[in-house]
């Protein structure tokens, strides 16, 4: 993509970055530069905050809400937020169902769901992976038998994000057996309140509580809450994952964190390390550096085609495993750093308070070990880093 950056693009990144200065609230970006971890409030009033400028949905169409953005445009916004340290957005929703909903869905669909995504009204929750169907996608067995005008859903999901917080999960069931597995596949969408809808939380290495497991028994969904087609699930699964990979590179957000890489190393606690222990940490810095920037360069390249309206293609997954092996490699560096600081465990980091009594541990040592153990996951979610060489493997004809 020959990404050129006009006056107007300039004025544009002007006026973003003057918002995240001055409009946006200054408190949530204090909390993450505090060591703290944002709550869902904080995420909710960060989401808030941007619907009311109109930028919450950079790549909605317009008629939908979207701000009618270029795709440099898009870029630029991206880069702002993530510099001035603001948290991403919930992808669920915005990102991952919405596409969805306004490609494949019911107009009495879009005017049900649409509004309440983006004026955050509504949180949502992904429903993909089982225990037997991870990575194997196509193997899950939470079945949806037809009643009339309902769905008799049973089942479960695991590995759920943000399941407990959410109002409302879309999920891939079976309706019916296929020889070919990826057929009879269906999409629908339950409100999370429904009789019969449990959710188990499921506690990280990291401490956190990000993940569930949700079983559904005898969950009765209408017809009307299925996007599309019955049996035609799979075919927009594969539109919404395509999205979904090309969420996760965060180009500007590793920019920051080697920038804050090195100035943390040129006062980290080395002690009695080696020249060659600190000449070795600063090529690993440097190689990753470089990492980032071609990651940089291929988000360019995997972004090409939405400027003529397409959808991203099969080399999002080239885009998946460059960015979440990078994100590894920064947060070993971060771990590395940390070094005995990051021992003591903080069960929660959410209050300003946080490292009372541990005044010498340096703020970022715990998050840097919270950060390391959460981000061993990032290259099996979202299709493990395997499956997407799988993917590239094919698209070559190998």
């Known amino acids: 993509m020959d990404l050129i950056i006009s006056e107007a693009d300039e004025r544009f990144r002007a006026e973003a970055r003057a918002y995240f200065r001055h409009e946006y609230p200054q408190a949530i970006l204090a909390k993450p530069a505090n060591g703290q971890v944002l709550t869902k409030a904080d995420r909710v009033a960060s989401e808030q905050a941007l619907a009311a400028k109109g930028w919450l949905a950079p790549g909605w169409p317009q008629e939908y809400g979207g701000p009618g953005w270029s795709v440099t445009q898009r870029f630029i916004f991206d880069e702002e937020l993530e510099r001035a340290g603001a948290p991403s957005v919930s992808p669920m929703g915005l990102l991952y169902v919405a ?98 809808v449990a959710v188990i939380p499921i506690i990280t290495i990291d401490g956190g509580h990000h993940l569930n497991r949700v079983t559904f028994t005898g969950v009765r969904v209408p017809v009307e809450n299925r996007i599309g087609e019955e049996g035609q699930g799979w075919a927009y699964a594969r539109h919404l994952l395509n999205h979904e990979r090309t969420s996760y590179a965060h180009v500007a957000a590793k920019q920051c964190q080697v ?46 085609p939405l400027a003529s309206g397409a959808a991203p293609g099969n080399e999002s997954s080239i885009l998946k495993i460059m960015a979440t092996e990078t994100a590894q490699a920064i947060t070993e560096l971060n771990l590395e750093l940390a070094g005995v600081y990051g021992a003591p465990y903080f069960e929660d980091r959410s209050g300003a308070d946080w490292k009372t009594g541990f005044d010498a541990i340096p703020t970022f040592a715990p998050s840097a070990v919270a950060g390391y153990f959460l981000a061993r996951a990032q290259t099996i979610y979202g299709g493990a880093t395997e499956i997407q060489k799988n993917i590239i493997a094919r698209q070559l004809g190998l």
């Open 99 to 196: 596409p969805v909903i306004y490609t494949f869905g019911t107009q009495a669909q879009k005017d049900r769901w649409l509004p309440d995504i983006l004026n955050c009204r509504t949180l949502w929750a992904q429903g993909y992976s089982e225990p037997e169907a991870g990575s194997d996608l196509a193997s899950l067995r939470m079945s949806a038998e037809r009643d009339g005008d309902d769905y008799i859903l049973n089942g479960e999901k695991i590995w759920t994000s943000d399941a407990h917080d959410a109002d409302w999960i879309f999920c891939l069931v079976r309706t019916q057996t296929s020889p070919r597995k990826q057929d009879g596949i269906t999409f629908i969408c339950i409100d999370m309140r429904t009789p019969g």
């Open 259 to 304: 920038a804050e890489l090195k100035r943390l190393s040129t006062a980290a606690p080395w002690g009695d390390a080696s020249a060659d222990s600190r000449d070795g940490f600063r090529r690993r810095l440097a190689e990753v550096e470089l990492r980032v920037e071609a990651l940089e360069i291929t988000v360019l390249r995997v972004l090409a």
